[in-house]
């Protein structure tokens, strides 16, 4: 969940304590040479994330002959950080004057780690426990990343523009979500597992270099902290007590608890269900980040011709769309893959249109001093539960089967509808 503001396309420089300047208010995104810089930054990096998820467990199971347990911590390894730094890194954000020399940073030591993965086999040095340890290192790296980024984002483009900005980021989470896992298997295939991780460091480089080419002035003026704890609990107060914040924090916890649960039975459901051939199945997920896409391209222009409060209304009603048509499904296999290709596609697009527009609701809604702990706080929210949900997916299905879950996620999910309309998000 991003911010920004605009910033000079030439060497003309306004005052540093100049957040919004008015001349460069109306010029398209796609002109503005910082917003592009921190656009292919974030693309090249997600990118990269996605081809690690294939090749860093591949590396575990093919050359390490890791086991069910340490695939288990190795896959623990990365939400781990998440939980343990989220609110903290949210309060360090807000104390600083400059956001970008942390991002930078951390993008430097990802690709660190990264590195030592390839370097480490080939020294015939590598196991699953050093594995594990980059997997924490590239978490925790991401983790205070993304809490750096969002209230740096206020400094690269305009408030009027945010919106815009935030879809074109989350065009970017799924073309790496499509072309991500087929690039990785690719290199796996081509260059082996540990060198396919290479690349994840390459990207992480790149995206460093990009962040680091980025002119604008940064003039964030720092929140007064009490301490570290009372940040973090101050966070949460503002968080939890503003009724718009409140409703975002709701909604997104409440979708991502059914929605984990949802994910934890999917595949057992397609194949033994629902009969689903498994190339099918990979298929169905690609279609959904190209409905991602559609997505983000349809957000902005509804947007500016209903704002975000409607649209973000208006898609929320959408989200138990597939699951319901999942729980429902039978008959010809022709007929269930075309129901689910035309689902997977809408809820695609509907998740990429509400999470834009949460986005720009947190930004506009938050207090700007205490941005970064509004946003760690709903993010390690919504990331806490996903654990829960799915073991709570597995276990519901060990009791009432398959098709009752996957009835029970969809009506969970719909409880998010009533989280924002019954918010001030409803009033014009």
Same mark, same amino acid.
């Given at each position: 969940?991003?911010?920004?503001?605009?910033?000079?396309?030439?060497?003309?420089?306004?005052?540093?304590?100049? /957040?919004?300047?008015?001349?460069? &208010?109306?010029?398209?995104?796609?002109?503005?040479?910082?917003?592009?810089?921190?656009?292919?930054?974030?693309?090249?990096?997600?990118?990269?994330?996605?081809?690690?998820?294939?090749?860093?467990?591949? /590396?575990?199971?093919?050359?390490?002959?890791?086991?069910?347990?340490?695939?288990?911590?190795?896959?623990?390894?990365?939400?781990?950080?998440?939980?343990?730094?989220?609110? +903290?890194?949210?309060?360090?954000?807000?104390?600083?004057?400059?956001?970008?020399?942390?991002?930078?940073?951390?993008?430097?030591?990802?690709?660190?780690?990264?590195?030592?993965?390839?370097? *480490?086999?080939?020294?015939? +040095?590598?196991?699953?426990?050093?594995?594990?340890?980059?997997?924490?290192?590239?978490?925790?790296?991401?983790?205070?990343?993304?809490?750096?980024?969002?209230? &740096?984002?206020?400094? $690269?483009?305009?408030?009027? @523009?945010?919106?815009?900005?935030?879809?074109?980021? +989350?065009?970017?989470?799924?073309?790496?979500?499509?072309?991500?896992?087929?690039?990785?298997?690719?290199?796996? @295939?081509?260059?082996?597992?540990?060198?396919?991780?290479?690349?994840?460091?390459?990207?992480?480089?790149?995206?460093?270099?990009?962040?680091?080419?980025?002119?604008?002035?940064?003039?964030?003026?720092?929140?007064?902290?009490?301490?570290? /704890?009372?940040?973090?609990?101050?966070?949460?107060?503002?968080?939890?007590? +503003?009724?718009?914040?409140?409703?975002?924090?709701?909604?997104?916890?409440?979708?991502?608890?059914? *929605?984990?649960?949802?994910?934890?039975?999917?595949?057992?459901?397609?194949?033994?269900?629902?009969?689903?051939? @498994?190339?099918?199945?990979?298929?169905?997920?690609?279609?959904?980040?190209?409905?991602?896409?559609?997505?983000?391209?349809?957000?902005?222009?509804? $947007?500016?011709?209903? =704002?975000?409060?409607?649209?973000?209304? =208006?898609?929320?009603?959408?989200?138990?769309?597939?699951?319901? *048509?999942?729980?429902?499904?039978?008959?010809?296999?022709?007929?269930?893959?075309?129901?689910?290709?035309? /689902?997977?596609?809408?809820?695609?697009?509907?998740?990429?249109?509400?999470?834009?527009?949460?986005?720009?609701?947190?930004?506009?809604?938050?207090?700007?001093?205490?941005?970064?702990?509004?946003?760690?706080?709903?993010?390690?929210?919504? @990331?806490?539960?996903?654990?829960?949900?799915?073991?709570?997916?597995?276990?519901? *299905?060990?009791?009432?089967?398959?098709?009752?879950?996957?009835?029970?996620?969809?009506?969970?999910?719909?409880?998010?509808?009533?989280?924002?309309?019954?918010?001030?998000?409803?009033?014009?």
């Amino acid at each position: 969940m991003p911010d920004q503001r605009t910033r000079p396309m030439s060497n003309t420089r306004p005052h540093p304590h100049t /957040t919004e300047p008015e001349m460069f &208010h109306h010029t398209p995104l796609r002109k503005q040479r910082d917003y592009r810089l921190l656009w292919l930054a974030r693309t090249t990096s997600i990118t990269g994330s996605e081809v690690s998820k294939l090749a860093i467990p591949l /590396t575990a199971v093919l050359l390490l002959s890791a086991s069910p347990a340490q695939m288990g911590l190795l896959t623990s390894a990365a939400f781990l950080p998440a939980l343990l730094l989220g609110l +903290h890194s949210g309060a360090i954000a807000d104390r600083l004057r400059r956001h970008r020399p942390v991002m930078i940073a951390c993008e430097l030591v990802a690709a660190v780690a990264a590195f030592s993965v390839p370097v *480490a086999w080939l020294l015939g +040095h590598l196991s699953v426990t050093w594995l594990i340890v980059v997997a924490l290192v590239i978490g925790s790296a991401a983790t205070v990343f993304k809490a750096a980024n969002f209230p &740096h984002l206020a400094a $690269v483009v305009p408030a009027e @523009q945010r919106t815009e900005a935030l879809a074109g980021f +989350h065009a970017s989470y799924s073309l790496a979500s499509v072309a991500g896992p087929s690039l990785a298997g690719l290199l796996v @295939q081509a260059l082996t597992a540990p060198i396919a991780v290479f690349v994840e460091g390459c990207s992480f480089l790149v995206s460093a270099l990009l962040l680091r080419s980025i002119r604008t002035p940064e003039a964030h003026e720092p929140a007064v902290s009490r301490g570290l /704890t009372r940040d973090v609990l101050e966070g949460l107060r503002l968080t939890v007590m +503003h009724p718009t914040l409140r409703a975002l924090l709701g909604a997104g916890t409440t979708i991502n608890l059914f *929605a984990m649960a949802y994910i934890a039975v999917y595949m057992l459901y397609m194949v033994n269900v629902l009969d689903i051939p @498994q190339a099918l199945i990979g298929f169905l997920i690609a279609v959904g980040g190209l409905g991602g896409l559609l997505g983000a391209w349809a957000t902005t222009r509804l $947007v500016k011709r209903f =704002g975000e409060n409607r649209v973000l209304l =208006g898609s929320i009603l959408f989200f138990p769309l597939d699951i319901v *048509a999942v729980a429902a499904l039978d008959g010809p296999l022709w007929w269930k893959f075309s129901a689910l290709l035309v /689902t997977g596609a809408i809820t695609g697009a509907i998740v990429v249109a509400f999470s834009t527009c949460l986005g720009a609701v947190l930004l506009r809604e938050a207090p700007e001093a205490a941005r970064g702990r509004v946003n760690s706080t709903i993010s390690f929210a919504t @990331q806490g539960v996903m654990a829960i949900g799915g073991v709570a997916g597995g276990l519901l *299905a060990e009791l009432i089967g398959l098709r009752p879950v996957i009835w029970v996620c969809a009506a969970g999910i719909a409880l998010s509808i009533i989280w924002i309309w019954a918010s001030p998000l409803r009033r014009p």
